[in-house]
């Protein structure tokens, strides 16, 4: 079997959650026995495929493109949805003027306004988002899982989601669980020289700084505590002003690492007690599967899809409730290891599952004896 991966254009420019499920998949989907390429053009000669694999539907204006160009070429569609709109974030959280406009708009028209921004700012703008000014951020939405063969979620729950919105029926879909890499985030020998111990027994919060994230709470509920919190991630380039007041707020007890290679993470997991991604929507939050893998208790909240994957093993808070934040850490630090979660992500949540169950849906889509 040879497939395509296509996605957004900047994919290794911005590079992101989506970038490391892509190239993750890729890898052990190869292991498998399928070729597989990864084509960020609109328009490649799709000859050679035996179908094409779309991700990330919050893109619609380069994938939608691609999908294009699939149908003309008579292939079908695999799509990693990776499906998750932040309006809740943006109607209470986002502040400023657009957090007034996003309460009388709709949440496709915060979309939409957001990307045309963004497109604009990072100087991309192409036939794709032309095609959006017309046809609207749902309306593309719409055209590509319209055309779509088989969905590819991460949970149940985001597939419910994507078929609400966009009003699916007789749909087919697998639910390809996002993973860690279990040969480096499972690793228990102790190394006595990382350079992270003098974090030891911290608080830890890998992702990038910003208003989505809610680091600004996460960084108010350890004010005055005894906690060390070590954010670990970029800082977001278009909330200057919101990074600003996190640096401003942190005290003391909370330290900057910024952004660190993957693969260091490992060192850093191994020190931490507890890791809190307190976001306003994850599906689930890879670092949150990472951390628990390593033995870090998980303090998430319940936007998105983390209940899917970490039940009632988690701690859970509300990302505009610093006291609830605050709690929810306190718990997670006086509690014992969950031994219970990280055999349950190593067991289900590892590329190798994401790639079997991938390689099954192709195989529902596509007449492989024939090829």
């Not at 892509?22 to 026995?33: A, S």
């Not at 799509?79 to 809740?88: A, D, N």
């Not at 939405?141 to 991460?154: R, S």
Request: one cysteine or more; aromatic letters at 12%; glycine letters at 4%.
């Amino acid at each position: 079997m040879k497939v395509l991966f296509q996605t957004r254009t900047n994919l290794f420019d911005a590079p992101g959650g989506d970038m490391i499920q892509l190239l993750k998949t890729k890898e052990h989907l190869e292991k498998l026995g399928v070729e597989v390429d990864v084509s960020l053009e609109f328009e490649p000669d799709l000859s050679k495929y035996d179908l094409v694999h779309l991700f990330n539907l919050m893109e619609p204006q380069d994938i939608y493109l691609q999908m294009l160009n699939a149908k003309k070429q008579n292939k079908k569609i695999a799509l990693s949805t990776i499906y998750g709109l932040y309006t809740e974030f943006e109607r209470k959280a986002r502040g400023g003027l657009f957090q007034q406009v996003a309460n009388v708009i709709s949440p496709y028209q915060i979309a939409y306004i957001k990307t045309v921004i963004k497109q604009y700012y990072e100087n991309r703008f192409h036939k794709g988002v032309f095609k959006m000014l017309y046809k609207g951020y749902y309306g593309l939405m719409k055209e590509i899982v319209d055309n779509t063969a088989v969905f590819l979620p991460n949970s149940v729950s985001e597939m419910n989601r994507v078929a609400a919105e966009f009003k699916l029926k007789n749909y087919t879909f697998a639910d390809i669980p996002n993973a860690i890499d279990k040969t480096i985030f499972s690793d228990e020998e102790n190394n006595p020289s990382n350079p992270f111990s003098p974090y030891q027994d911290c608080i830890l919060c890998a992702a990038r700084i910003e208003g989505r994230k809610e680091t600004l709470n996460l960084v108010r509920a350890v004010k005055g505590t005894n906690y060390k919190l070590v954010l670990v991630g970029k800082e977001s380039k278009n909330q200057k002003k919101y990074v600003e007041k996190v640096r401003q707020e942190a005290g003391d007890n909370v330290f900057f690492l910024g952004a660190i290679p993957h693969e260091d993470l490992k060192q850093l997991y191994k020190v931490a007690k507890v890791h809190a991604l307190v976001s306003w929507m994850e599906t689930p939050g890879l670092s949150s599967l990472e951390a628990a893998a390593m033995g870090c208790n998980i303090v998430v909240t319940r936007k998105g899809d983390t209940y899917d994957y970490f039940e009632d093993d988690a701690f859970y808070c509300e990302p505009d409730d610093v006291n609830s934040i605050k709690a929810a850490i306190d718990n997670a630090f006086s509690s014992p290891v969950n031994p219970k979660l990280k055999q349950k992500i190593l067991d289900n949540y590892i590329w190798e599952k994401t790639a079997e169950e991938t390689y099954k849906a192709y195989q529902k889509i596509v007449n492989i004896t024939n090829n």
